[in-house]
């Protein structure tokens, strides 16, 4: 417990230091945590990310990370690179007569997908208006979901609510973790205007609070398919990028596709 708060405490000072500086440090900063969170999904698909399949899918990522304005020198849209690239996958079952099959080439496009947009829209918020207050209001929104769903499970939990992904979660939890993001959301935009009327405050913050903890399912269902308890180590006491991001990054495309961002 000991080494998992000072592990919070340096790496979420670091974090949010880097994302109030923006620019250049946080563009960095978010490429880096790409390029582990799809190396560790690599890893539980025993595949290596210093490989030639690797860093195509290292490629794949990037080109979805990216904003399009980073692409404009090729002339091409980067879906369409990125369908090109879809090809040549497919292309190397053959020219490797399938020891890199149908189901490596699926797991490197879905992997991608997952990771590249994830982030790409976590570093997209950052960039608009009024984006550095919206970034931390998704954060405290999925940290506030986390920890009232971890106390509320602790304290009255007794209905499973997947126990076929994952086994502590409970019903009343993710009640509980729903109920605190609204408390503190609301707190904080009481200080922090963000939206242009209650109705549209509460609609964001509850796509936060359950689409985050759908998200957290989501790296779960993953982690028990290919059997690992954390999706790396690069954070001592809480797991890889990953086990930290998972909420996050299937959020934050969600709240694009919405119009909330």
Known sequence: MKQRIITAIIAGAFFLAIIIVGGWPFTILVFALATIAISELLKMKQMKLASPIGLLSLVLMGILLVP???????????????????????????????????????FIILASVYIGFGFHFFMYT???????????????????????????????????????ISPNKTIEGAIGGVLLAFVVGFIYTLFVPLFSSIIIMLLFITVVSVTGQIGDLVESALKRHYAVKDSGQVLPGHGGILDRFDSLIFVMPILYLLNLI
């Open 68 to 106: 399009q304005s980073y692409l404009q020198w090729l002339h091409l849209d980067r879906l369409e690179i990125f369908v090109l690239l879809i090809i040549v996958l497919l292309a190397l079952t053959v020219l490797t007569k399938n020891r890199f099959t149908f189901d490596h080439a699926g």
């Open 126 to 164: 950052r960039f608009l208006e009024q984006g550095l207050s919206l970034i931390f209001f998704i954060l405290v929104l999925v940290w506030a979901t986390d920890s009232g769903a971890y106390f509320a499970g602790r304290k009255f939990g007794k209905n499973k609510l997947w126990p076929d």
